[in-house]
């Protein structure tokens, strides 16, 4: 066997000339430059050594055949052109695979992403492991861009145009067996036969005994497929569903759809030419620019443990066994993550129904997985066997890690902490699922609160990714890293703030959420507010999200925050009428919005103007219908400027450790628009100086609410901004 510095070991098998994938110092293959020149000298071996019958391509890495491009590379771009070019050096490479002199066959183990599937799809054949994971996918798409190393072009002709825009445009992943049902594979194996069975496949390539049969597509597929009427069916419900999903924010998409449509009408070289230009012209769009932006930040995040390098410690508790205090929705959804990773969980509450509830919670989430076959019958019955219900504290003697996740009452979680901390291990970490109490009001009276700290998980638990780490002074760093590192393994992206009222991510949106509220007060009508920030990118309005979370929820966090921040953080005075009228959303079926009996969310309720205007004339339903003395644009604006400049004052007050983590937070927890970058990024797109005029202005008119952050005067005047303009931006 001979290998390379840049990793790719050759050899031959009877005449197959097997290379494997294996790049030093990174435990993933990323398609670059050099790769590519790699790849260069396989061919031209094969092309000079007539003795060679065929060729597979393999990874030496475990569980990874090629993860993708490297992205590093991207930050390179000064012009679409150096896209375009990136590009068409790809289109060359792949292309001399598809026409190399022998057959080539990919051996796919594991994630096969981006560059690395457009690799597979220039092979003449694609055998992958029936390995859980193995799987597929172009996710260009989350990046602001569109495959450009054939992607576009190769997949729709293999798959059909139907399945191949499913998965340009959503960037998902294809598990083995999929694959092979729609054709995107010819053939599953099990791991351990994969490289045989590749070289076999390439022999009879070669000897002509093998003919690919293709044609996974299913029959209403292959009809649309089939002739340009049907395929013009399927461009408008691509079309249709991106506009649904993205509100026409996100280009990527809707040019993806454009370039499958003119390679299929044109040729396959005139649509990588197409692929190509199309390709430069999105990777210098701003948008692509602040989702890299978010793959860099979420990168750096995964190294990151909280606390200072020198203050790791050696070894952290490794959390084997979890207790969870309360059964309610919250705690349910912790334990269904938990037992996912294999963690042993004590459920515990007050009495056997709410006990019970909050297992038939868990295993409604885990049944819902099954259903989807993301996981066997099996691995369903393993998981819930590790979930364990119980009314006393029996077997929290051995825990490793407490989450107290009761109701937001100090009171209670002071009383069912002093309880818990007499039975856990001395070195036990102590956690609060709280969104809104400072850890150390809840850490008073414990003996140990140098274990204890926040772990604010956000609803629905197995849904959304964030995790908020929340440490006082207190906490030692061995319990912050073994949070940290135990939110990782639940698959959580983990950020780390420090101590207060609301920590980051509650404090900034019940800015956002108040500032809403008084524009209700105003005479805004609920579903323009709605409107108004979906249009400015978020997934839905805040009136929607209030009936979402709960407004019972929702008006205990605005309790908090008022008597903590002042007249700032106090609610609007019909959103506290609604709150006390006791509607609680959409769980109750009745809040701003009206809710059928499953919870689907209807119209406006009438009904909620005479709570919001008590004695207002504007209470008269004849007079809810245009917005009120509030324009579209500045209802987003005083929303988003609230949430902003909360959010500079919380990295002011060191209440946030860094601008990327301001930004991951509010992206990944509470949906601030991706393709703007969060909070901060979009100060900086803004300019520091310009937001600081605009708080200003907003604040002549409502004293109080928007005088702007100390720290962004300062940055205004000194034409600062949080990130630097070129470069790595983490």
Do not use: W
């Not at 993933?28 to 092309?47: F, M, S, Y």
């Not at 002709?157 to 594979?185: C, E, F, P, W, Y």
């Not at 988003?640 to 919380?650: D, F, G, I, Q, S």
């Amino acid at each position: 066997m001979t290998a390379d510095a840049a990793g790719v070991a050759t050899e031959i098998r009877d005449g197959i000339l097997v290379a494997t994938i294996n790049q030093p110092g990174d435990a993933v293959n990323k398609v670059d430059r050099a790769l590519g020149a790699e790849l260069e000298r396989v061919l031209d071996t094969i092309e000079r050594d007539r003795s060679i019958r065929g060729a597979v391509i393999i990874s030496g890495k475990p569980d990874i055949f090629v993860a993708g491009a490297d992205i590093e590379q991207f930050l390179e771009f000064r012009a679409p052109q150096d896209a375009e070019n990136a590009a068409r050096f790809g289109q060359r490479l792949l292309g001399a695979v598809e026409k190399a002199r022998v057959p080539v066959v990919a051996a796919i183990h594991g994630a096969c992403l981006g560059g690395g599937l457009e690799m597979a799809l220039a092979c003449r054949y694609r055998v992958c492991s029936d390995h859980p994971k193995t799987v597929l996918a172009l996710p260009e798409v989350q990046l602001g861009l569109i495959p450009g190393m054939g992607g576009t072009q190769r997949l729709p002709r293999l798959v059909g145009a139907s399945s191949a825009l499913d998965m340009i445009l959503t960037g998902r992943n294809v598990r083995a067996k999929k694959a092979l049902q729609m054709g995107l594979v010819d053939e599953m194996v099990h791991p351990s036969i994969l490289l045989d069975t590749a070289v076999r496949r390439a022999a009879e390539l070669a000897d002509g005994s093998l003919r690919p049969r293709r044609g996974g597509k299913g029959l209403m597929a292959a009809a649309l497929d089939g002739n340009p009427i049907g395929r013009n069916v399927v461009y408008r419900k691509a079309r249709e569903g991106v506009m649904d999903k993205t509100q026409g924010h996100y280009p990527a998409p809707l040019a993806a759809i454009d370039v499958v449509r003119y390679g299929l009408a044109n040729g396959l070289e005139k649509g990588l030419e197409e692929e190509a230009r199309v390709f430069g012209r999105m990777a210098l769009t701003p948008v692509s620019r602040e989702l890299v932006f978010l793959f860099f930040a979420t990168t750096a995040l995964k190294k990151d443990f909280g606390v200072p390098d020198a203050e790791v410690p050696a070894a952290r508790r490794d959390v084997r066994k979890l207790g969870v205090l309360g059964a309610g929705f919250m705690g349910a959804g912790i334990t269904s993550v938990a037992v996912q990773q294999g963690t042993l969980v004590r459920l515990k509450d007050t009495d056997a129904p709410r006990v019970g509830k909050g297992l038939a919670a868990v295993r409604d989430v885990l049944k819902e997985r099954l259903t989807r076959k993301q996981i066997t019958r099996q691995q369903f019955d393993d998981y819930m066997a590790l979930a364990g219900g119980t009314t006393e504290y029996t077997g929290f003697g051995n825990v490793d890690l407490v989450i107290e996740a009761v109701f937001e009452d100090l009171a209670l979680k002071h009383s069912v902490l002093q309880v818990v901390e007499q039975l856990v291990p001395e070195d036990a970490v102590i956690a609060s699922n709280t969104s809104t109490i400072p850890i150390r009001s809840i850490a008073q009276g414990l003996r140990r609160q140098d274990r204890v700290l926040g772990m604010h998980f956000f609803s629905p638990v197995h849904k959304m990714p964030l995790l908020e780490i929340i440490v006082t002074p207190e906490t030692r760093p061995e319990a912050t890293v073994t949070a940290v590192a135990y939110g990782r393994r639940l698959g959580k992206t983990v950020i780390v703030v420090n101590d207060g009222p609301g920590f980051y991510t509650t404090r900034i949106l019940a800015a956002y959420m108040n500032e809403a509220g008084r524009m209700l007060d105003e005479g805004v009508p609920v579903d323009a507010l709605d409107k108004a920030l979906v249009d400015f990118g978020f997934p839905v309005g805040p009136i929607t999200l209030m009936d979402e979370v709960g407004l019972d929820v929702g008006g205990k966090v605005g309790l908090v925050m008022a008597e903590a921040f002042g007249a700032r953080m106090m609610p609007g005075e019909g959103v506290r009428r609604v709150v006390e009228s006791g509607r609680t959303g959409r769980k109750g079926r009745k809040g701003f919005y009206l809710y059928d009996e499953s919870g689907r969310k209807g119209g406006v309720d009438p009904s909620v103007y005479q709570l919001i205007h008590q004695g207002d004339r504007r209470a008269e339903p004849q007079r809810l219908g245009p917005v009120i003395g509030v324009e579209q644009e500045e209802i987003a604006e005083r929303c988003v400027l609230a949430m902003v400049n909360e959010a500079a004052r919380c990295l002011e007050e060191e209440v946030l450790r860094s601008p990327r983590d301001g930004d991951i937070g509010a992206v990944f927890g509470l949906g601030f628009p991706p393709f703007r970058g969060g909070p901060f990024r979009y100060m900086d797109a803004v300019g520091i100086e310009e937001i600081v005029r605009r708080l200003s202005l907003l604040d002549g008119r409502f004293p109080g609410r928007f005088a702007p952050a100390g720290i962004l005067v300062e940055m205004g005047r000194a034409s600062r901004r949080f990130y630097p303009a070129e470069g790595k931006p983490v």
